[in-house]
């Protein structure tokens, strides 16, 4: 089971802040096809400029690879001065 963290606007576009997936993607981009499957506005935003992922508190790229248990968080862009 792959644990799923939404951030910020992410989160309030997703409508849901924390989720699981069963089976287990294999990596990263497999994930995030399932969690946008049925939620094209969850697509357009985590395509959005600046998002981010992490996969077990480490920043990743989309072919990252994901086990049995990973957490993944999806960060959108931040901004500050």
Known sequence: ???????GKLRDVAGWREKT?????????????????????????????GVQA?????LARDDSPLNEGSEVAFMPAMSGG
């Open 1 to 7: 089971m792959v644990r799923v963290l939404l951030f």
């Open 54 to 58: 992490a996969v077990d508190r480490v």
């Open 21 to 49: 997936c069963t089976p287990d993607p294999a990596t990263l981009s497999a994930l995030k096809a399932l969690i946008c499957a049925d939620d094209p506005a969850l697509s357009r935003a985590l395509a959005a400029p």
